[in-house]
């Protein structure tokens, strides 16, 4: 049966199991994109591990729910579009079609050398590529759907989750930094970076940024603070800022202390309401210990020779920035294969159609490193028009986040988070990561949940 957007199954099932469920294979499939979800190539072994979890979550949930609760409309439709839009760039079309498309000249002669007509091509540069960035969609939309069956005191249960998470990333990353070598067969991590569960240092500083976002928020979550976690909240903010100086990532800085800053201010009422309930005489001594904390390990950890990412900006000149010295480049095939795009995760095989000379080199560019003009690459007008409709939803989900009465903390947070992703993506590609998608899919349940409730909410979620 189906009752105001809930479809209730026939069978009987435990209300206590039916709320829970949900919210457990949720927090299981974080840590599996934890352990294997932090890096974006197609043929790393964590990319079978996290679908195949995925999947196997998604079946538990469709044969043992007793209840389901449609996923948040905005996020739904955006990633329901361009799951259609990845799809119809793998539909074959007729030779004279497929001949129209800008910058197909290259694959277009190999028939005309063996002499056999044109045959039936999809618009996809690399259609293994793209099917393989279609798979990959699967993470958030199971993350949309489990997360759409939660409570909201679940959902917070579940930002502390995720916090849960970030601490022990930055306990693989100071492992890592004091000398140990860590060999996770599920990603290609590089020798001696400082980047935890992740292969790439700017990923892992954009998964601690998320962490300085959510510590203030849990720290002063609820009506009534419990002072243990105000203590440890904050006590993690030096902790997560030293490990983004640690990783060597340049965005990196900025990035956390925006998330700091985001943080603090989402639960400023909070913390105004507990400074005040100290007596005057030590207020300002104690906020006044707080900043001088968190300014002194960072200037400690610089002028000990321990902020990598500092030292990378200072000594690392633009010239010598591959992504710098790629840039032309990327932009000559932005206009070369624009308005049909080449196809989406066919960036590495388009580069190399396009690479010159003077840029090869051992290590291979795998991205463009500015998602934003990947998205146009890979989409072109198509993606462009998409990620328009998904910019355009985060600025009014935003605002209706920032500007509603009471103040809701989750939505604010949400619309934070995907910020932080949207700033990381001007320079990186981390949205490519199995770990951050399923940090955005949750992210926009989050902001998208703002000024309603579900009827599962409703009813105490029994």
């Keep these: 049966m189906i009752r105001a957007g809930v479809m209730v199954r026939s069978h009987s099932r435990s209300p206590e199991r039916a709320a829970a469920l949900p919210f457990w294979l949720l927090a299981a499939f974080l840590v599996i994109v934890f352990i294997a979800g932090g890096a974006s190539r197609a043929d790393v072994l964590g990319q079978p591990v996290v679908r195949f979890f995925a999947w196997a979550a998604l079946i538990a949930f469709v044969l043992l729910a007793g209840r389901f609760q449609a996923p948040r409309k905005g996020p739904a439709l955006i990633l329901g579009a361009a799951a259609l839009l990845v799809l119809f760039q793998l539909i074959p079309l007729p030779p004279a079609w497929w001949l129209a498309l800008p910058g197909r000249e290259i694959l277009a002669e190999a028939a005309i050398v063996m002499g056999q007509p044109q045959p039936w091509r999809p618009l996809s540069m690399s259609p293994g590529a793209t099917a393989n960035a279609l798979g990959s969609l699967v993470v958030p939309a199971l993350v949309l759907l489990l997360a759409a069956q939660l409570s909201r005191e679940q959902q917070r249960q579940v930002m502390g989750w995720v916090l849960g998470l970030v601490i022990a990333g930055s306990l693989l990353a100071l492992l890592q930094f004091s000398g140990g070598r860590l060999d996770n067969p599920f990603i290609n991590d590089p020798p001696g970076a400082v980047a935890g569960n992740f292969a790439n240092r700017n990923h892992m500083a954009l998964f601690l940024a998320v962490g300085c976002l959510i510590a203030p928020a849990w720290a002063f979550r609820g009506d009534k603070v419990q002072r243990w976690r105000v ?94 010295q790629a840039l032309p480049t990327v932009l000559s095939m932005f206009e070369r294969y624009f308005p049909a795009g080449s196809g989406f995760g066919t960036f590495d095989p388009v580069y190399r159609i396009t690479e010159p000379d003077a840029l090869l080199q051992p290590n291979y560019f795998n991205q463009a490193h500015n998602d934003w003009l990947g998205m146009l690459l890979d989409g072109g007008l198509a993606g462009a028009l998409l990620l328009a409709a998904a910019v355009g939803w985060w600025i009014v989900a935003s605002v209706r986040a920032w500007r509603v009465q009471p103040v809701r903390d989750l939505p604010r947070i949400g619309s934070a988070v995907i910020l932080l992703v949207f700033l990381a993506s001007i320079v990186d590609y981390p949205a490519r990561t199995p770990m951050i998608m399923a940090l955005v899919a949750l992210a926009a349940t989050w902001l998208a949940s703002n000024g309603s409730s579900t009827k599962t909410e409703g009813d105490s979620r029994r």
């Design 231 to 324: 203590a440890a909240g904050l006590g993690l903010l030096p902790l997560l800022l030293l490990m983004i100086l640690a990783t060597g990532s340049r965005a990196g800085v900025a990035l956390g202390l925006a998330g700091t800053a985001l943080g603090i201010a989402i639960s400023w009422r909070a913390v105004a309401r507990e400074v005040r309930t100290l007596p005057r005489t030590l207020r300002l001594p104690l906020l006044g210990a707080f900043a001088a904390a968190v300014v002194g390990v960072l200037v400690l950890s610089f002028t000990r020779g321990r902020a990598v990412s500092i030292d990378r900006a200072l000594e690392l000149e633009s010239a010598e920035d591959l992504r710098t």
